[in-house]
């Protein structure tokens, strides 16, 4: 008994000095108290020096936390419980916290940098005339291939995929839109489709995929399509240029038949404590200078004009990740179609994942 | 017993924990890297190394990750024990048996549901998330582990041992801290390591209940990981783990000094 | 002796925890159970549990949490018996659960990377001339990892009740002329099946609702119970049929609590 009261002393005591360690730590960070801005993103989403030359430029303390899901940002948000300044969710999402109310309306008198976005970017469906948010990046969804793999074989449209020569050759990535969605293109039916018949038309011809879809994965498909592990991948632009940079044989494509433009958005949560702060932070990262270096960080396409001057020319100019205003015209916002249309794509994603080869 | 150990048994031994150990010494291989990813070994370098040390976020997470796993595995393990207890007591066998139904709910429910239910439960209790609420989550979840781990050395006690004592005059704090604690202290250790384990393991629970300004170190690492992981990571894991295991070590040989008797487990 | 207020008193601590975190949380997942995405009161989600999709799944679940419990258990219960005859025996014991408290995550990164295309497995079987093969997004690996995973819970349970094992018993056995083999199946095993019980509902039940690997190691080739719930609570946000799901769940551990239990009578 003596011994095992022993252990759990010490225990304690190791506690307590630990929690002493936390709490002075912390309070010679900053982290508590005082004027600071909370800022919830997607991780490694942002050039970390951009934060310290805000520090520096406002005096204000950023607290820089990270999420992994549009769905868990948001569950988070509403539980109230927290105190986020400026949260960066993609467009579908930023609808559902707007009929939430989750949302705090922005000040643009406060926003004077807000004229350097391209003006083709600006009033957008999911939020007209942006009184809700601003767009931070944009991108498509494609197809990454490794032509060293294929042969020199090339990838163009949705339907290449079907060959019955690239068996277990595909790696997806885990999205009921995004994979419904190549369906649907492959069949030339709208992204946002809600008609049962052509749901279950694209659900038909995806079963046919199966021989080769090696995986259905989530972020580990950018270490996956790097390391070679399978030579085509269905992903997101800005995933597509991450693994580029780590492997220079890959190549990326937007399938003619056309595909999904994402973009990722700032916004002021009601949970925000800084609404000041939390402007000055939208702001700077609108101004072009900032902006192109975070674009050169993060290597996502930039939504601001002003930024794409300080952006070297290659970047500008390569159409995979800039496409031209043709390619453009067929690329679709994804909508919000509602809770119930919105289960029936994941059922028919789940019975897809549940289709053996 | 059959003390000897033949060379294909040993054989055995040393495969079961090469396997286990495999994946660590892969992390700790490539926490050396001086390239950037888990599959590529471009040279030997020790930046992550001093990356990590720069690095106080991180440290001060790692700390948060220790004290939740060590609060709540005591105060879990004492829970855990008064559980066992009262299971173990128990007199009719349905009250036993829906005891044991009620404390393994938890054990099989998935991460996620009981993350969302604490998630709602807490909100409706009006408690700010943050520390308390994940060290509050842990415990809770820590609590039947503890109980199972306890339950079977209560059950396999003979019951004349407490007879024999109350015989010889002692009182119920006597039986209880001189004959049942004893007896039953190696599954009090193996609950509360077992805790631990699943205290530093859990991420859904915790990225549920967790709020700004506490963050967990696999949390953290379920952040990082949207863009592969970093090999500060691997360093990170790295430390710990020669850390932890000098300290399982240590803590052996000292306790072996101290008492003979490993862990108050009866030798004969 | 106390009176009787104070001899429950002990039990406060651990009812007040049966009360807040399990009985609370059970009520709140079968509310939610009967409302349907919508957020209208409905019995559609049992109704669809019932299609043959997540029948189907049930099924597999099962079938892995089996392979897994039974794959575990005939790796542990060997350990465990050679572990109690090592000379630092506890010691060893510790560290076979060492392994476990490196974060999950990074281990099945670890795991991608031993078992990639072009990762030490492969290079291995290249060399020993079996040749490439495809062991990432496999049933076999996912198998692997999940029973690295649940060892060492299945290993510390027999641990202890092959350590509390009254050696003269085992000598009574053999002095009666009892072979190895038979001394194993007739004094060993029976005496230490409470540690094999709790070994294999440790083991078996979280098996059910494995996520996180599914998805990693199996590239979602495998659907377990738990991926679904997972993913109804985290990504598609219907916590109705996530509920649902999680009932079911619940119920399938009552049942087999039960099951374990009557057999002990047996023993």
Redesign the interface.
């Known amino acids: 008994m003596n011994h095992l009261i022993r252990f759990f002393l010490v225990i304690a005591l190791a506690s307590a000095i630990i929690l002493y360690g936390i709490s002075s730590l912390n309070s010679s960070q900053g982290y508590s108290g005082g004027n600071t801005l909370t800022v919830y993103n997607w991780g490694d989403y942002i050039d970390e020096d951009l934060i310290k030359q805000f520090e520096k430029k406002t005096g204000i303390k950023v607290i820089y936390e990270t999420f992994d899901s549009n769905e868990a940002m948001m569950t988070k948000i509403e539980q109230g419980g927290t105190n986020y300044d400026v949260a960066i969710p993609s467009e579908y999402t930023i609808d559902k916290m707007k009929q939430d109310n989750l949302l705090i309306p922005l000040d643009h008198s406060k926003l004077p940098n807000l004229k350097n976005i391209d003006q083709r970017f600006m009033d957008l469906p999911f939020d007209p005339e942006n009184k809700y948010s601003v767009p931070y990046f944009w991108g498509t969804v494609g197809i990454v291939y490794n032509p060293k793999m294929l042969n020199g074989k090339k990838i163009t449209s949705w339907n290449d995929l079907w060959n019955p020569d690239l068996k277990n050759q595909i790696l997806l990535i885990d999205g009921a839109r995004e994979v419904m969605g190549m369906g649907l293109n492959s069949l030339g039916y709208s992204l946002n489709d809600t008609n049962k018949k052509h749901l279950l038309e694209a659900k038909a011809k995806l079963d046919g995929l199966t021989p080769n879809v090696k995986a259905i994965v989530g972020d580990e498909i950018k270490m996956l399509m790097a390391n070679e592990e399978a030579s085509i991948g269905l992903v997101w632009s800005g995933d597509a240029s991450e693994i580029m940079s780590e492997n220079e044989d890959l190549d990326y494509v937007v399938p003619k038949e056309g595909s999904n433009l994402w973009f990722d958005n700032m916004v002021i949560p009601k949970t925000a404590k800084n609404i000041d702060a939390a402007h000055k932070f939208i702001n700077f990262m609108l101004d072009p200078k900032v902006a192109a270096k975070n674009t050169e960080y993060v290597g996502y396409s930039t939504p601001n004009k002003q930024a794409l001057k300080h952006l070297p020319k290659e970047v500008v100019e390569d159409e995979r990740f800039y496409p031209s205003p043709e390619l453009t015209k067929k690329l679709e916002v994804y909508k919000n179609l509602g809770k119930k249309n919105l289960a029936y794509y994941n059922e028919l994603f789940l019975q897809f994942k549940m289709h053996k080869k | 017993m059959d003390k000897k150990i033949t060379p294909l048994s040993k054989l055995f031994l040393v495969i079961i924990f090469f396997i286990l150990y495999a994946p660590i010494f892969f992390l700790i291989f490539y926490s050396f890297n001086s390239g950037e990813t888990m599959y590529d070994f471009e040279g030997f370098s020790l930046e992550w190394y001093r990356q990590l040390f720069h690095d106080t976020r991180l440290f001060i997470i790692v700390l948060n990750t220790i004290v939740v796993a060590l609060l709540s595995s005591l105060f879990s393990t004492i829970i855990g024990i008064l559980g066992a207890l009262a299971i173990h007591m128990a007199k009719r066998r349905q009250t036993k048996n829906a005891l044991l139904s009620f404390n393994n709910v938890l054990i099989v429910s998935p991460d996620v549901i009981i993350g969302a239910s604490f998630l709602i439960l807490f909100t409706m209790a009006g408690v700010k998330l943050g520390f308390y609420s994940v060290l509050l989550s842990h415990i809770a979840f820590s609590i039947p582990i503890v109980v199972l781990m306890v339950l079977p050395k209560l059950t396999e006690m003979s019951p004349s041992l407490i007879d024999a004592a109350r015989d010889l005059g002692a009182s119920s704090w006597d039986v209880m801290s001189k004959v049942i604690i004893p007896y039953i202290s190696p599954g009090i250790f193996a609950g509360f390591f077992m805790a631990l384990t699943y205290s530093l393991d859990d991420f859904a629970v915790t990225f549920f209940v967790t709020g700004n300004g506490f963050s967990t170190l696999s949390v953290e690492i379920y952040s990082l990981a949207r863009r592969g992981i970093s090999l500060n990571i691997n360093a990170l894991s790295a430390i710990l783990f020669l850390f932890t295991f000098a300290l399982v070590v240590i803590y052996y040989f000292i306790t072996q000094r101290n008492k003979p008797n490993d862990m108050g487990v009866r030798k004969r | ?2 009176n009787k207020l104070t ?1 429950n008193l ?2 406060v ?3 007040l ?2 009360l ?7 009520a ?2 079968l509310y939610y159970s009967f409302f349907d ?2 957020g209208h009161f409905s019995l559609g989600n049992y109704q669809k549990f019932f299609t043959p ?1 997540y029948l ?2 049930t099924l597999s679940s099962f079938w892995y949490a089996f392979l897994i419990t039974a794959i575990s258990l005939i ?1 542990a219960y ?2 465990a018996l ?5 000379k ?4 060893w014991l ?14 099945a ?6 078992f ?5 497995s492969n290079s291995f079987l290249k060399v020993i001339g079996i040749g490439q093969q ?1 062991i ?2 496999t049933d076999f690996s996912f198998v692997f990892v999940s029973v ?1 995973i649940f ?3 299945m290993i ?2 027999i641990f ?2 092959l ?6 018993l ?2 009574a056995a053999k002095d009666l002329g009892a072979s ?1 083999w038979t001394t194993f199946r007739r004094v060993i095993f029976p005496l230490t099946i ?2 094999v019980k ?1 070994g294999c ?2 083991t078996f ?2 098996a ?2 494995l ?2 690997l599914t ?2 190691i ?4 495998v ?1 377990t ?2 991926t ?4 109804h ?7 109705g049929m ?2 649902t799901i ?1 009932v079911f ?2 119920i ?3 049942l087999i ?2 099951l374990t ?1 009557t057999r002990k009578r047996g023993v």
């Open positions: 002796m106390e001899r002990y039990k601590p651990y009812l925890w049966i807040l975190f399990v009985i609370i949380p059970i709140l997942v995405i919508e999709v189907q799944m790796i060997p350990t050679l572990l109690t005859k090592t630092h025996k506890q010691l510790l560290l076979i659960i060492v392994p476990s408290w490196i974060n999950l995550l990074l281990k990164y670890a795991f991608l990377g031993i990639g295309t072009y990762g030490i495809q990432l997004f690295y060892i060492p819970f510390l349970p202890n009740s350590n509390e094992l009254n050696p003269t085992v000598d190895k409470d540690g709790s509902q440790v039940i979280p059910l609702s996520f996180m998805r990693l199996a590239g979602n080739r659907i119970l738990g679904a719930i997972e993913q609570f985290l990504v598609t946000q219907d916590w996530g509920s999680a769940l619940i399938i551990m009552v609590m039960l239990n």
